[in-house]
């Protein structure tokens, strides 16, 4: 046996690449004394050109499936309309009367952290499926999480998202084969090559950021957010448990002795996305979103604090569990 | 004494001149032995056969072939051998390993010559070689690990799994251990038998997480490697293939051959021994470990992997010589869409760049730049270098030639401040080139991580010298103190130190320095994108109106400093500094075309920050210098890399 376990490393590749990256933003914003890291510009970059090139980079390369999508997509809805009673509970009990408080513990930070995971672990096909999690959870942070915190609906906040028209796109440039001229080939792979070129910055600077704004983060603020992120980073990854031994039980996500590997590898695939999402912390966006409506934004902050410094913990002992019960199961 | 001999010495000498063509012709005129050689083929006639004939041709004999052709059908080439009348033929030629062992149990009487691309270690030819008293011949011994250094241009390989068809207790027949130490790859054993089925063993690749998969040298036929190989490329796991064929195979990314002219001709001097009288005992089989490759570039794209110039050139140059018209019809189609591909890709990057820009009126280009500078650069500097073996006499070379067209660059434009044409203010956009935040993302697009390194050690070459130059010429801002605070400095001596050790101990240990590694390899492959986006950040802000101030530093940027850079690497050649192979010299063409590239890149941002602080980006002069350059260079570097593709690559 060498100096690090097998069952450590198959965790570790998950998290430790992430973690480095995360640091060095950390480091930056340390480094950083004048904020010369203008935060504005590297939001729009990474929300208007590099997650929408990542995003249709990775759907455009590889066939739609929508049972996948459906699959996929349905278990991300079930497991938001299960933790807004908990989150909703978990509001009167702390007696705060802003429904802000319930965003960070209902949606969860499927961009920033998930989506590296499921990279390095799962390779492109994991880096697809979460994807399709991302956006579904995104349409309804949009729609119900903006009618939450303003009481309007936010589909026309949706609409705009650059991500959703990248996806649109990507599944139709996957699905529609035209019987294009050589030529209109060569320039189609040519502007699909500037986008894969523009997508490899999306995830690395993803990261940084986050950890250039962990280290500007008010520690003593954490105590307002312990419950709300444990409940998020904890009870999250347990009903994802609960809703895939369901799915089994019911012969929806079918396993067995006689199942072909490569069908029973895509369903194991789909199976760990949804808990490795639902391990998630809370979203930052949910956090800009209490700010811009001004619905409970320091308990947001805070929970989204705890939850991700707690996610250096909760999220390696779930890719654990996925492992052991999931893929080996 | 010597005035007397002279006249006979001349008169002797022109005789001779005179009888040689006569003595020729006599010879000529001989008449040559008649034999007949019987061609046993499964597949149709190869280079390896029009090889043996070339040769054979030029022999003292006048041969004439009797074709079997089987079509690629077993139960077609048996019956051929079954109905070949042996004894009519001088000698049977066979082709391949399973027209070989046929021929072997079927022909007694006459010798047989053969030709295979791939010895297995179990098969019944080599098995019985010491009793295989008819037969002699030529066979292919390319070792897959001739495969890894073209491979490590295009793909980045930590752990290589070997599909293993072999009988218990064999190994594959190369030094897993020599490579594993030579190149830092480690090599997962990949057991298959034929009761496996394609899931099945797609499955055990996925779960040894492989980077490729190597088919050593049998195992192509052996196994059931074509739909393993279609799965894997749908995994986006390349395979890499030793092979004869590689038709055969056309799902693997890469396949290795043995020369096929070197094989039929190695077989034909056994041939002609024969002929001349020898018995098969007494020929010795011969060997072929010379390789030639051929990428698949539709496998290539399929598994969105770009490929890099260097090995497309590689395969073309691998081809037969052609006349063509002129030198850039010798680019190839393939090279020609790799060039366009990566200028087309830096334009659109550098466009996002400029929207960027102008929705933030250009006040944070120092996000981008602290972004780079602090993480993204020095992240690509070590993941481009810590595993590129370092050549000191390749970076003397460079240094050398970088050095030397600085320094031309900067008389000449010296000399243009001397006749009024150039102001002194805009010297150092006409001499520094962007050699960073252009060159490092241009070199990935066309020549992959090893083109990044090089491309490494030009930058920091290059920003030496205008940092030496400053500090010389008492520019305040321009010193070797500024140079020595350079984070990738120091980053790329950490890379070239560990690369130099020895590698780690498998395991545990290797495995978390390459999880570790990982995560630096990620952030350095998002410097590509994000130094073209800080290139572009500020184009917006320049006015075209200034364009014409910078005619005069422009044309020295574009056009007189790639031209100075192609002219010493010639010379360079020339002088035999450089060697001409193809194949084990891929490094040095490479160090050559990032040269000439780096050379005619646009004016950098980065020195006229240096160089004029203050002012940056409003100075007329400059600004016109930058623009001229930054839109010129779309056609010149194009042209360039046509020149690069004809000429350096060639």
Same mark, same amino acid.
């Given at each position: ?35 010369? *890291? ?12 590099? +997650? ?18 459906? +699959? ?31 965003? !960070? ?102 990261? *940084? ?47 067995? !002795? ?11 695939? +789909?199976?760990?996305?949804? *808990?490795?999402?639902?391990?998630? !912390? ?30 250096? *913990? ?16 | ?17 005179? &009888? ?40 003292? @004999? ?5 074709? @079997? ?78 495969? @890894? ?213 250009? &006040? ?93 050690? @030009? ?73 073209? &986006? ?117």
């Amino acid at each position: 046996m060498g100096v690090i376990s097998k069952e450590l490393l198959l965790v570790i590749p998950g998290v430790l690449p992430s973690l480095t990256i995360a640091l060095m933003g950390v480091m930056l914003g340390k480094i950083d004394i004048n904020r010369e *890291v203008n935060h504005k510009t590297i939001s729009n970059m990474v929300y208007y050109f590099l +997650t929408p090139c990542m995003v249709f980079s990775t759907l455009h390369q590889r066939d739609f499936d929508f049972k996948e999508f459906a +699959t996929i997509g349905g278990a991300a809805l079930l497991l938001i309309v299960a933790m807004t009673p908990i989150a909703f509970s978990a509001k009167r009990l702390a007696k705060i009367k802003e429904n802000g408080y319930c965003l !960070p513990i209902i949606f969860m930070n499927t961009g920033n952290i998930s989506l590296p995971i499921a990279l390095l672990l799962f390779g492109t096909e994991g880096l697809a499926k979460a994807i399709m999690f991302h956006m579904v959870n995104i349409l309804v942070l949009y729609s119900f999480g903006v009618y939450l915190v303003s009481g309007k609906s936010g589909i026309g906040q949706f609409l705009r998202i650059p991500a959703l028209y990248a996806t649109v796109l990507g599944i139709l440039v996957a699905k529609v084969s035209l019987p294009l001229p050589p030529l209109v080939q060569d320039v189609c792979s040519i502007a699909e090559r500037g986008i894969d070129v523009l997508a490899l910055a999306a995830i690395p600077l993803l990261i *940084v950021d986050l950890g250039y704004s962990m280290s500007q983060a008010d520690l003593s603020q954490l105590r307002n957010g312990v419950t709300g992120a444990y409940l998020r980073v904890l009870l999250g990854p347990v009903l994802a448990l609960a809703l895939i031994y369901c799915g089994r039980v019911l012969g929806l996500l079918p396993i067995g !002795p006689g199942l072909d590997p490569a069908t029973a590898l895509w369903y194991r695939t +789909t199976e760990a996305i949804i *808990v490795l999402n639902a391990a998630m !912390p809370g979203p930052i966006m949910a956090y800009l979103l209490n700010v811009k409506f001004e619905n409970c934004p320091k308990q947001a902050a805070s929970m989204l604090m705890v939850g991700t410094l707690a996610g250096i *913990v909760t999220v390696p002992f779930f890719l654990y569990v996925i492992k052991h019960f999931i893929l080996t199961g | 004494m010597s005035a007397t001999y002279l006249p006979m010495l001349r008169i002797m000498l022109l005789l001779a001149v005179c &009888l040689t063509p006569l003595s020729a012709e006599a010879k000529q005129g001989q008449e040559k032995a008649a034999r007949s050689v019987a061609m046993i083929l499964f597949k149709g006639e190869s280079g390896v056969e029009k090889s043996f004939r070339g040769t054979l041709a030029r022999s003292e @004999f006048d041969i004439h072939y009797a074709t @079997f052709d089987a079509d690629g059908s077993v139960a077609r080439m048996k019956k051929n051998l079954e109905q070949l009348d042996a004894s009519k033929y001088d000698l049977i030629y066979t082709s391949g390993t399973l027209a070989t062992e046929a021929a072997l149990q079927l022909i007694r009487e006459r010798p047989v010559v053969f030709t295979i691309d791939a010895l297995r270690s179990d098969s019944s030819l080599q098995k019985n070689r010491s009793s295989s008293r008819n037969a002699t011949g030529a066979f292919g011994a390319v070792s897959p690990e001739t495969g @890894f250094g073209p491979l490590s241009r295009i793909v980045r390989l930590r752990k290589v799994g070997v599909i293993n068809y072999y009988p218990a207790g064999a190994r594959p027949e190369f030094d897993l251990k020599k490579a594993q130490e030579r190149f830092g790859i480690r090599f997962i054993d990949l057991p298959v038998s034929e009761s496996d089925s394609v899931p099945a063993i797609l499955k055990r690749v996925a779960d040894a997480r492989v980077d490729s998969v190597l088919f050593p040298s049998g195992t192509v036929a052996a196994t059931n490697a074509e739909a393993i190989m279609a799965g894997l490329a749908k995994r986006r796991t390349p395979s890499i293939v030793v092979t004869g064929d590689s038709a055969s195979c056309p799902h693997a990314l890469l396949c290795l051959m043995p020369d096929s002219g070197e094989l039929g001709r190695r077989a034909a001097q056994n041939a002609l021994a024969l002929l001349r009288g020898d018995r098969p005992g007494q020929v010795p089989w011969q060997s072929v470990g010379t390789a030639v490759m051929d990428v698949n570039p539709r496998v290539a794209d399929r598994m969105g992997i770009s490929l890099p110039l260097q090995v497309a050139a590689l395969c073309q140059g691998q081809e037969p010589a052609e006349k063509h018209a002129h030198f850039l019809a010798s680019v190839s189609k393939a090279e020609l869409l790799i060039m366009l591909r990566a200028l087309a890709c830096m334009v659109l990057v550098v466009t996002v760049g400029v929207v960027i820009g102008r929705w933030d009126d250009w &006040l944070h280009q120092q996000a981008l730049i602290k972004l780079n500078d602090c993480i993204f650069l020095p992240c690509l500097v070590f993941f481009a270098l810590h595993r590129h073996t370092f050549d000191l006499g390749e970076f003397v070379q460079m240094g050398g030639a970088v050095t030397a067209v600085v320094t031309i660059l900067g008389l000449i434009a010296l000399s243009l401040n001397g006749l009024k044409s150039l102001p002194r203010e805009r010297l150092i956009a006409a001499v520094s080139m962007t050699s960073g935040t252009v060159l490092l993302p241009l070199a990935y697009l066309l020549f992959g991580v090893e083109g990044v390194a090089k491309a490494v050690y @030009f930058h920091l070459l290059a920003l030496f010298l205008y940092h030496a130059f400053g500090s010389c010429s008492g520019n305040t801002h321009l010193s070797l103190r500024q140079f020595f605070k350079i984070p990738s400095l120091y980053v790329a001596a950490l890379a070239v130190a560990l690369g130099a050790l020895p590698q780690p101990a498998p395991g545990g240990v290797q495995e978390f320095a390459w999880l570790s590694e990982k995560g630096v390899e990620m952030t350095g492959m998002g410097a590509i994108p994000l130094l073209l &986006l800080s290139f572009g950040y500020p184009l917006g802000a320049l006015r075209f109106s200034t364009i014409r101030l910078g005619l005069a530093g422009g044309w020295l940027r574009l056009i007189v400093s790639p031209a100075l850079a192609l002219a010493v690497v010639l010379l360079l050649r020339g002088s035999g500094w450089i060697p001409g192979d193809l194949l084990p010299n891929a490094g040095l063409r490479t160090s050559e075309a990032i040269l000439v590239l780096g050379a005619a890149m646009p004016t950098s941002h980065y020195a006229l920050r240096l160089g004029i602080p203050g002012r940056y980006p409003h100075g007329d002069g400059e600004s016109g210098t930058i623009l001229l350059t930054a839109v010129g260079a779309v056609f010149t570097v194009g042209a360039v890399l046509m020149l690069i593709a004809a000429f350096v690559l060639r």
